[in-house]
């Protein structure tokens, strides 16, 4: 259940918003939304996988943090053991929303039922004692407009990985040390061997539409899958 408001600052002038990590604050997922402008953070802490969902257009990009649902492997207690936090978790309670004629820029909105809504004496405040906006909401601001053109800008990205074939269906099977196997399958990654095959006017145009530097950082990061499961095998005894 949601309870989304826009934000405003006199009808949320004592709302905090909690700042720490945990699973019953929305971190307990096994993966998140990730956009192409990110990736270059993303791959440096974990594997870039692509989903396509049946009746929408384009697939999609998530940052992988488990091997089931609800699994996060970075998650330790109430902290966060990664040096980034992809962005549609760093803006959680709050989300991009346009105004009721759909006209205009889009508004600051606040998920009133969100976990990370804070008591009195708990959280982090989003404005002062006059309604100015805190350091805090000024960074959340930051972030939201970044995933906002990210997300919008993605579409030209995901239309390109089409135009040129270079998804390919990823089923990896994982056998754990302690003997336990866990198939992850539905998802595509970056066809490496087709790739290869472009010419140079593809490889060009990937360049200056900025495609090809995601494309790679997406491929570098599968090399995070190894560390991955060395986080699941710590974490169930087995390593």
């Known amino acids: 259940m949601t309870s989304h408001a826009v934000l ?9 918003v909690r700042v720490d990590a945990g699973a019953d604050l929305g971190d307990g997922v096994m993966a998140t939304l990730v956009v192409p402008d990110e990736f270059r953070k993303v791959q440096a802490h974990f594997p870039i996988l692509f989903r396509r969902e049946p009746g929408q257009e384009r697939p999609f990009a998530v940052a992988l943090f488990g091997f089931e649902n609800g699994e996060n492997l970075y998650l330790d207690g109430d902290r966060w053991d990664a040096g980034y936090r992809p962005l549609s978790l760093a803006i ?10 759909g006209d205009g820029p889009g508004q600051v909105h606040v998920d009133l039922a969100h976990p990370r809504i804070a008591t009195a004496d708990e959280g982090v405040r989003l404005f002062d ?39 390919e269906p990823f089923t990896l099977e994982v056998t754990l040390d302690s003997g336990a196997l866990h198939s992850l399958v539905g998802f595509h990654i970056i066809d490496e061997a087709r790739l290869r095959t472009l010419d140079a006017a593809a490889l060009g145009a990937l360049h200056a539409a900025d495609h090809l530097m ?26």
Request: hydrophobic residues 40%.
């Open 8 to 16: 405003d600052n006199n009808t949320h002038r004592d709302l905090r």
């Open 92 to 101: 959680q309670p709050f989300l991009i929303g346009l105004s009721e004629s």
């Open 129 to 167: 004692a006059e309604g100015t906006a805190t350091p805090f909401l000024d960074t959340i601001a930051e972030r939201l407009g970044d995933l906002d053109a990210g997300y919008r800008a993605s579409a030209g990205f995901f239309d390109a990985l089409r135009d040129h074939d270079l998804l």
């Open 214 to 239: 995601p494309i790679f950082m997406a491929l570098a990061s599968l090399a995070q899958l190894g560390p991955l499961i060395a986080r699941k095998n710590r974490r169930t005894g087995g390593g």
